[in-house]
């Protein structure tokens, strides 16, 4: 067996005997100073090792060929119709989507901002809109001609009171007017205004009754209001609760909707029976725009190339005054990619709290023209460009983002304004990843805090102890 003196003779850490040392004054001191080094680089370590190191990197985007990067929005047009405001997409590839409605709601606004009601169903019209074939230009006058003056009044005499809102320089409203005034004149023969009273065909020219027109929200010629007195409804704004038609305009199809709207009214009461109306899924009439405003919310989905998305006033029948067309905006929300929920923000926040600063550039900005100075056709571009970028801890993914830039512009139009927006996509995206250190390089750098420590202390300790022996001889006059 091995003697226990041969082990000792292995020992690295010889002990001197207590007896051989001595303790001094300076040494206590430096003693304290260690302990306080020892302790504060120990703490400095322990902080840089909980504390998440993250590095980033430029790369080449990653996304498969088939992806699709959706956009939210929620904007509000104070002067843009819900009846006519219309969604369109497009992109370089030839993508051309117009007055997307599955995935976009619109609410009528007041002059606030506050919605007026329920959400507003335009119902898109796919179908051509049927006009008579001959176009005659001779044509006896049926329809009645209303003015600021007398529409009040007349509104009330009748049960049903049907408004042709047209301009004289639309085509659109010179293509309906012969039928129109055919359609009157056989309603004024067979419900007479003067002995029935149950209905009356009229018309406005909107190029001379410019308030009467802007009072009913009139924004598309022509627009053809339906006035029940039944459910007229009036409030501080001169607002009338009534229904816009969207039917074919030729004389047989205007006679046929005119006397389903007589139908249900009894001659004798001039009251309309709405409980027996039927409900059509295919019904021409939907209710007309509270108020001239629109807010639009929602969402699409578009390829990752260069594309736009256009607010606009749209019909493929109506004709607009560009002159007259307000896109002035309000943007309450406009982002790219998915929702992220409020946990994971606050874990990103956590990790990198510059990170989400520019996923909502645009939030809250404001972007009025006013029509009626030398703004008109002004149409309003955003040119956004957009960066990916993703954010990968430890163990999987936590967040994709999307962030961009925007720079806004009035531009004048020759055409009916828009609100644009013009994204491109970078072709590159940052990848920030979480860097952590491995424990066994923490207890290195602990194992080496402490042992420099002691060992620079103990060189300090020495230098000075020999210092001051060495001037105690001097004084003394020893020589060596």
Same mark, same amino acid.
């Given at each position: *067996?091995?003697?226990?003196?041969?082990?000792?003779?292995?020992?690295?850490?010889?002990?001197?005997?207590?007896?051989?040392?001595?303790?001094?004054?300076?040494?206590?001191?430096?003693?304290?100073?260690?302990?306080?080094?020892?302790?504060?680089?120990?703490?400095?370590?322990?902080?840089?090792?909980?504390?998440?190191?993250?590095?980033?990197?430029?790369?080449? &985007?990653?996304?498969?060929?088939?992806?699709?990067?959706?956009?939210?929005?929620?904007?509000?047009?104070?002067?843009?119709?819900?009846?006519?405001?219309?969604?369109?997409?497009? =992109?370089?590839?030839?993508?051309?989507?117009?007055?997307?409605?599955?995935?976009?709601?619109?609410?009528?606004?007041?002059?606030?901002?506050?919605?007026?009601?329920? !959400?507003?169903?335009?119902?898109?019209?796919?179908?051509?809109?049927?006009? =008579? !074939?001959?176009?005659?230009?001779?044509?006896?006058?049926?329809?009645?001609?209303?003015?600021?003056?007398?529409?009040?009044?007349? /509104?009330?005499?009748?049960?049903?009171?049907?408004?042709? $809102?047209?301009? +004289?320089?639309?085509?659109?409203?010179?293509?309906?007017? +012969?039928?129109?005034?055919?359609?009157?004149?056989? *309603?004024?023969?067979?419900?007479?205004?003067?002995?029935?009273?149950?209905?009356?065909?009229?018309?406005?020219?909107?190029?001379?009754?410019?308030?009467?027109?802007?009072?009913?929200?009139?924004?598309?010629?022509?627009?053809?209001?339906? $006035?029940?007195?039944?459910?007229?409804?009036?409030?501080?704004?001169?607002?009338?609760?009534?229904?816009?038609?969207?039917?074919?305009?030729?004389?047989?199809?205007?006679?046929?909707?005119?006397?389903?709207?007589?139908?249900?009214?009894?001659?004798?009461?001039?009251?309309?029976?709405? &409980? /027996?109306?039927?409900?059509?899924?295919?019904?021409?009439?939907?209710?007309?725009?509270?108020?001239?405003?629109?807010?639009?919310?929602? $969402?699409?989905?578009?390829?990752?190339?260069?594309?736009?998305?256009?607010?606009?006033?749209?019909?493929?029948?109506?004709? $607009? =005054?560009?002159?007259?067309?307000?896109?002035?905006?309000?943007?309450?929300?406009?982002?790219?990619?998915?929702?992220?929920?409020?946990?994971?923000?606050?874990?990103?926040?956590?990790?990198?709290?510059?990170?989400?600063?520019?996923? &909502?550039?645009?939030?809250? *900005?404001?972007?009025?023209?006013? +029509?009626?100075?030398?703004?008109?056709?002004?149409?309003?571009?955003?040119?956004?460009?957009?960066?990916?970028?993703?954010?990968?801890?430890?163990?999987?993914?936590?967040?994709?983002?999307?962030?961009?830039?925007?720079?806004? /512009?009035?531009?004048?139009?020759?055409?009916?304004?828009?609100?644009?927006?013009?994204?491109?996509?970078?072709? *590159?995206?940052?990848?920030?990843?979480?860097?952590?250190?491995?424990?066994?390089?923490?207890?290195?750098?602990?194992?080496?805090?402490?042992?420099?420590?002691?060992?620079?202390?103990?060189?300090?300790?020495?230098?000075?102890?020999?210092?001051?022996?060495?001037?105690?001889?001097?004084?003394?006059?020893?020589?060596?």
């Amino acid at each position: *067996m091995v003697s226990t003196s041969k082990i000792k003779s292995v020992d690295f850490y010889r002990k001197i005997p207590r007896d051989l040392t001595e303790a001094s004054l300076s040494g206590a001191g430096l003693s304290f100073i260690a302990a306080f080094s020892m302790i504060f680089l120990f703490g400095m370590e322990l902080n840089d090792y909980l504390r998440v190191n993250t590095s980033t990197s430029i790369i080449v &985007d990653n996304s498969s060929d088939g992806d699709f990067l959706r956009i939210d929005f929620n904007i509000s047009f104070p002067a843009l119709s819900c009846e006519f405001a219309s969604i369109d997409v497009s =992109d370089v590839l030839g993508t051309n989507r117009l007055n997307i409605t599955k995935t976009v709601r619109k609410y009528s606004i007041d002059t606030n901002l506050k919605t007026t009601g329920l !959400e507003f169903q335009s119902g898109p019209i796919t179908e051509a809109i049927k006009h =008579d !074939e001959e176009f005659d230009e001779e044509y006896d006058e049926g329809s009645f001609s209303l003015n600021t003056h007398n529409f009040d009044r007349i /509104s009330h005499q009748h049960a049903i009171l049907v408004v042709n $809102f047209y301009a +004289p320089w639309c085509y659109w409203s010179n293509r309906l007017k +012969p039928s129109w005034e055919k359609a009157a004149k056989i *309603m004024k023969e067979r419900y007479d205004p003067e002995m029935d009273g149950r209905i009356l065909l009229g018309n406005v020219d909107c190029t001379e009754e410019i308030e009467l027109c802007r009072r009913n929200h009139i924004q598309g010629y022509p627009s053809i209001r339906i $006035f029940r007195k039944g459910g007229d409804v009036r409030d501080n704004h001169g607002h009338h609760d009534h229904e816009s038609y969207y039917g074919d305009r030729d004389t047989d199809s205007l006679v046929k909707t005119m006397e389903k709207l007589v139908a249900p009214i009894s001659l004798a009461s001039q009251r309309i029976a709405s &409980d /027996s109306q039927p409900n059509m899924t295919d019904d021409p009439k939907r209710p007309a725009p509270l108020t001239g405003g629109c807010r639009i919310e929602g $969402f699409v989905r578009v390829k990752k190339v260069p594309g736009n998305v256009v607010v606009s006033a749209h019909s493929a029948s109506h004709s $607009f =005054d560009a002159s007259q067309m307000n896109m002035s905006h309000i943007i309450s929300q406009f982002s790219f990619g998915k929702k992220v929920s409020p946990r994971v923000i606050s874990d990103m926040k956590k990790l990198l709290p510059y990170l989400g600063r520019s996923h &909502d550039r645009l939030n809250g *900005m404001s972007y009025v023209s006013n +029509p009626s100075d030398s703004s008109a056709n002004v149409t309003i571009e955003h040119y956004l460009q957009i960066v990916k970028t993703e954010v990968m801890t430890r163990s999987y993914k936590l967040v994709e983002e999307y962030e961009y830039t925007a720079h806004s /512009s009035l531009v004048h139009s020759l055409h009916v304004p828009v609100a644009k927006f013009h994204f491109e996509l970078s072709p *590159m995206q940052v990848l920030i990843t979480e860097n952590s250190k491995s424990f066994s390089h923490f207890i290195t750098n602990v194992c080496a805090i402490i042992g420099g420590v002691f060992t620079v202390a103990g060189i300090v300790d020495s230098i000075l102890h020999n210092t001051v022996r060495l001037i105690k001889k001097v004084e003394l006059g020893k020589k060596f």
